[in-house]
């Protein structure tokens, strides 16, 4: 069997997230998953499991439900902080996953040159901060944030260069699962 991975978008339609301007965190988040989700699958040949395709997620409640059974889940995000200056790159989940956050904020910082936040490689315990035991988190996923919306200059970044983040992305989950791309 396959292993499965789940990558799913936060926030929503009736929930927007952050905004900066005009963009959404929903939005962005939807793209990140649509373009790992493209790359994993049609290079890599993985079985990912998403929450909606195109310009749609489900709501939480469900969206952690796709969790079961997979080997790893991903929530996309942004970070968004009322000083715009704000920057660098944290994934929250528990301790099991500590190794496989790091891992993607490495994976991001590679390729951006944004600092990775915090004393643990980007890792944040599910409780850390104005959080307190994070659903998606706490049902076995990752809660990625590669980014500050709320930074004007990031937030161009990652306009002009989402695919190339979104690749990082997609090759670290691929090695550490130790799969190859498709030739």
Not at 59 to 88: C, M, R, Y
Request: glycine share 10%; proline share 3%.
């Amino acid at each position: 069997m396959k292993t499965q991975i789940t990558l799913t978008a936060g926030h929503s339609n009736t929930d927007p997230g952050a905004v900066n301007g005009s963009d959404r965190e929903a939005d962005i988040a939807q793209d990140i998953r649509n373009i790992v989700t493209n790359i994993l699958r049609n290079e890599y040949g993985m079985n990912v499991v998403t929450d909606g395709e195109g310009k749609g997620n489900l709501p939480l409640a469900k969206a952690v439900k796709l969790i079961h059974g997979s080997s790893l889940a991903i929530e996309f995000h942004t970070n968004a902080a009322v000083n715009k200056t704000a920057t660098g790159i944290e994934a929250l989940s528990t301790p099991k996953n500590k190794a496989m956050c790091q891992s993607l904020c490495k994976a991001v910082a590679d390729v951006t040159g944004w600092k990775i936040r915090g004393a643990e490689g980007g890792y944040k315990p599910d409780n850390a901060g104005q959080h307190s035991r994070l659903a998606y988190a706490q049902a076995g996923g990752i809660i990625f944030e590669p980014f500050f919306i709320s930074n004007d200059a990031d937030l161009k970044k990652f306009k002009e260069t989402k695919w190339t983040i979104c690749r990082a992305i997609a090759e670290c989950i691929a090695k550490h699962f130790g799969i190859s791309k498709n030739v």
